[in-house]
T-cell receptor
Framework: KAGVTQTPRYLIKTRGQQVTLSCSPISGHRSVSWYQQTPGQGLQFLFEYFSETQRNKGNFPGRFSGRQFSNSRSEMNVSTLELGDSALYLC?????????????FGSGTRLTVV | AQTVTQSQPEMSVQEAETVTLSCTYDTSESDYYLFWYKQPPSRQMILVIRQEAYKQQNATENRFSVNFQKAAKSFSLKISDSQLGDAAMYFCAYLTGTASKLTFGTGTRLQVTL
């Protein structure tokens, strides 16, 4: 079956712009999580959605937001981009609500802010 | 807050040999799960192995096994018969039983030489 699909793979944006990243989970998975990966801060949790509801949120400013649709696809939005937002954004999905059997990750979206 | 520490930024192993990657964690929880993820240059995080804290038996997946020492809060990964395809970044991750958020270590870059 298809894995977790993230689009686009690469993105270049200018400071001050906004960006939307998309994630399609494995069919049947209802939980979608987002992580930011940078060389300096490593992997940091952004937020998690389950059945269209945000259940958990990391320590990121309000410029970072997300949503989940009824088909479990999720989008992440970053407004007023800053240079420090340049990162690999990873999406992960799980069958159960709490990821105890492990999360399946996508290949990420590489965002570069110039 | 939970923390995960990987003290080996880089490791090297010869093909067909065995290597052990270290991970320690700090938590006051009793219900949690531990994972090792592999991230090759393709960027996708791949689940290698998982361990439930309530299980005393160490998890094993083919050439991969863990040494889970709950009292010492240690969770090391042993890779036997190393192969060139094992070269990647390896991340240790922690998940509480009540939340849906992974806490990652800083990673260990594994090189496999001929």
């Amino acid at each position: 079956k298809a894995g977790v699909t993230q689009t686009p793979r690469y993105l270049i944006k200018t400071r001050g712009q906004q960006v939307t990243l998309s994630c399609s989970p494995i069919s049947g998975h209802r939980s979608v999580s987002w992580y930011q990966q940078t060389p300096g801060q490593g992997l940091q949790f952004l937020f998690e959605y389950f059945s269209e509801t945000q259940r958990n949120k990391g320590n990121f400013p309000g410029r970072f937001s997300g949503r989940q649709f009824s088909n479990s696809r999720s989008e992440m939005n970053v407004s007023t981009l800053e240079l420090g937002d340049s990162a690999l954004y990873l999406c992960a999905s799980s069958l159960s609500g709490q990821g105890r059997r492990g999360y399946t990750f996508g290949s990420g979206t590489r965002l570069t802010v110039v | 807050a939970q923390t995960v520490t990987q003290s080996q930024p880089e490791m090297s192993v010869q093909e067909a040999e065995t290597v052990t990657l270290s991970c320690t964690y700090d938590t006051s929880e009793s219900d949690y799960y531990l994972f090792w993820y592999k991230q090759p240059p393709s960027r996708q995080m791949i689940l290698v192995i998982r361990q439930e804290a309530y299980k005393q038996q160490n998890a094993t997946e083919n050439r991969f096994s863990v040494n889970f020492q709950k009292a010492a809060k240690s969770f090391s990964l042993k890779i036997s018969d190393s192969q060139l395809g094992d070269a990647a970044m390896y991340f240790c991750a922690y998940l509480t039983g009540t939340a849906s958020k992974l806490t990652f270590g800083t990673g260990t870059r594994l090189q496999v030489t001929l």
